[in-house]
């Protein structure tokens, strides 16, 4: 397979991953560039959260290949895997922190583990980190003092304390009003833009979708049934995108969401 890691974070063949007996990814063939910000959307169920994991090389393969940064994910061990896996940030549901470290604490896990870094540097850095997120006022709080914005800024910081390449994001407004939402996205793509960094974001959620997505790869039943620029997925006559993008807006999140929008706008 040829690749072009300097234009592409992830150039999948063929791709095929699943658990035990079953296949979920059947056959995945995808590029995706640096710097821009994938979508990955789908149904409940037809394999996004897999596509994430397998990016990492944590879903057992099943057929074709898929080079990430270049490497190959499916042949990385030791030491060269835990190398790769420093080069990417994973940004949990739930913010990936452990409930009885404090912010700061649950920064330094990472940081002490692949660095040689002093202490000092150390916490120097966290602060710089958390005024990238507007969370500074928190790095002495738990985990379950931070409000759910909060913690999805907490974790966001987390995903980006070592400086990484790709950032991957599974649902990150899950959970999330619709204002808060607006503001993890405008947050994410700003930090995104002043760091250099690639983000894929598993989302259903359609204002978000329309907010921060260069690009949109829809799976289906775990095959690619759309890949192509935002734009192109909103004209798409593919039954499955069509009924995606034209969905009527639940009252609960993208509704009231677009309409906080157009009030904002006014
Ligand atoms: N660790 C696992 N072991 C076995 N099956 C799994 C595992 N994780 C997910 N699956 C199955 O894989 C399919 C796709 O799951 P997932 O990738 O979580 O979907 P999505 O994120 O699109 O909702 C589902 O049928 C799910 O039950
Ligand atoms: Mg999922």
Redesign the pocket.
């Given at each position: 397979m040829q690749t072009n890691p300097e234009k592409y974070v992830v150039e999948a063949e063929h791709f095929a991953v699943g658990?035990?007996e079953?296949t979920?990814l059947h056959d995945i063939t995808t590029k995706i560039a640096r710097g821009t910000v994938t979508c990955i959307c789908?149904g409940?169920?037809?394999?996004?959260?897999?596509f994430l994991r397998a990016t990492l090389g944590l879903v057992p393969h099943k057929g074709g290949e898929a080079r990430v940064l270049g490497e190959n994910v499916n042949e990385l061990e030791g030491d060269k895997r835990s190398k790769f896996l420093a080069r990417i940030g994973f940004m949990y549901q739930n913010g990936g922190l452990i409930n009885s470290l404090t912010i700061l604490e649950n920064l330094k896990i990472p940081l002490k583990a692949h660095t040689n870094l002093s202490d000092k540097v150390i916490v120097e850095l966290i602060y710089h980190k958390l005024a990238q997120v507007q969370l500074t006022h928190a790095v002495h709080l738990l985990p379950g003092e931070l409000s759910g914005g909060m913690l999805k800024r907490a974790g966001f910081a987390r995903a980006i304390i070592l400086e990484p390449e790709l950032v991957l994001s599974d649902e990150p407004s899950a959970g999330l009003d619709p204002v808060t939402a607006a503001d993890l996205d405008d947050l994410m793509v700003r930090l995104k833009n002043e760091l250099g960094i690639t983000l894929i974001v598993?989302t259903h959620d359609l204002d978000s979708i329309r907010r921060i997505a260069d690009r949109i790869v829809m799976l289906d039943k775990g095959y690619v049934k759309f890949d192509g620029p935002l734009n192109e997925a909103l004209q798409s006559s593919e039954p499955l995108v069509k009924n995606f993008f034209d969905r009527a807006p639940s009252l609960g999140h993208a509704g009231i969401g677009s309409l906080w929008e157009k009030l904002g706008k006014q």
């Open positions: 658990y035990g079953r979920i789908g409940s169920g037809c394999g996004k959260s897999t598993v």
